[in-house]
């Protein structure tokens, strides 16, 4: 009997665990660089911005909206999958209130990494300075949905965490004398890893349950980086770079891991972009694309941001893995998203 009880337990704490999962996501919460901004540095005195044409090109209405993509990210074709709007505002956008916020916002700043010198380089918001962002927003949601609708969004939302990139590229190896004279590469990493942890902590205790961190992109292969370097191999990647976003890849993943463990009722998830990339980079025809070497704006080499401008930019971005040298194109981002959603996501639907 005491037994058959015992079962009948075991049963129930399965359906109700079944049914926490399936929780619905209410709201889609960005923190990162530009591969999820949807616009906050036009808000702020940097050149790290894009709102001005060819960008957003294709996106609905031909607007410039700081995107660094002909058109939408992937965290706006995600924010749509769950159900959302189909772009997600950035936070610092005037245009928009806290009764638009409540179901997506976006606290990402291009540029920016998880070091603060990598923030201070084009002077954009460090990641500490997101997360002040992130607590206002949590004091404007109380006051907007009441106290405990607030904390009910707040548990729920999904959480993305998409930065690491610019650490790298923009700071360790493209200044000298900086972060390279005080730390070895994977010393560089640990530094880095550890920035991330403490974020997390904080995000935890601050209510954030159901986080998705995607990793460091194949840096090697960006076209930008492509154009300067010279140990080209037969993908014309630099192999160096892309081996160590994988080693940070890796030290990410046993991170999350042993967060999952320690902080009861956290579900954060390693949405690891790193081989969709690759995949589209290295066999662009299997998806219908037929450049992945150069980007569509300008010269596809070395433009990005306020290099980027209409001349020579490509006529088709559709054809194109890449929209500028450094950012995938709208095409791209979907296709990311997709998979991104169908690997790692699903179990927040
Ligand atoms: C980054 O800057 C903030 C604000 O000055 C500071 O609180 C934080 O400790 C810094 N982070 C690191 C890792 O130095």
New binding site residues.
């Given amino acids: 009997m005491a037994h058959r009880v015992y079962i009948l337990m075991l049963f129930f704490i399965q359906i109700l665990r079944t049914t926490g999962a399936n929780t619905k996501v209410p709201a889609m919460i960005v923190f990162g660089d530009s591969s999820v901004d949807t616009g906050n540095n036009n808000f702020i005195p940097t050149i790290a911005r894009c709102n001005f044409e060819p960008y957003g090109r294709d996106f609905p209405g031909g607007i410039p909206t700081g995107r660094f993509c002909n058109g939408r990210l992937s965290t706006d074709f995600l924010s749509e999958s769950f159900g959302l709007k189909p772009t997600i505002p950035a936070y610092l956008d005037p245009a928009y209130s806290i009764a638009d916020f409540a179901t997506g916002v976006c606290f990402a700043s291009s540029a920016t990494g998880f070091?603060?010198a990598t923030a201070g380089v084009l002077q954009v918001i460090?990641l500490?300075k997101e997360l002040e962002f992130y607590k206002e927003y949590q004091r404007k949601l109380r006051a907007y949905l009441g106290v405990g609708k607030a904390n009910k969004v707040i548990g729920e939302a999904l959480y993305t965490v998409s930065l690491g990139t610019n650490d790298f590229i923009e700071n360790y190896y493209a200044i000298p004398g900086g972060r390279q004279s005080q730390f070895t590469v994977q010393e560089y990493q640990d530094f880095l890893l550890g920035?991330a942890e403490d974020f997390l902590k904080k995000l935890y205790n601050l209510g954030a349950r159901k986080i998705s961190v995607t990793g460091i992109a194949p840096m090697g292969c960006l076209p930008v980086e492509r154009t300067t370097d010279f140990m080209n191999n037969d993908y014309g990647c630099n192999e160096e770079h892309n081996n160590v976003a994988l080693e940070f890849n890796g030290k990410m993943m046993s991170l999350l891991s042993k967060l999952n463990k320690e902080l009861p009722g956290f579900r954060i998830v390693f949405a690891d972009g790193y081989n969709i990339l690759l995949d589209l980079i290295k066999k662009p025809s299997k998806f219908g694309f037929e450049v992945a070497d150069m980007g569509c704006c300008g010269s596809g080499t070395f433009e990005t941001g306020f290099l980027c401008t209409d001349l020579f930019t490509c006529t088709d971005a559709n054809k194109f893995v890449f929209w500028d040298s450094v950012h995938p194109s709208e095409k791209a981002n979907k296709i990311i998203a997709n998979y991104l959603l169908t690997r790692y996501l699903k179990v927040f639907l």
Avoid: R, V
């Fill in positions: 070091d603060n460090p500490w920035i």
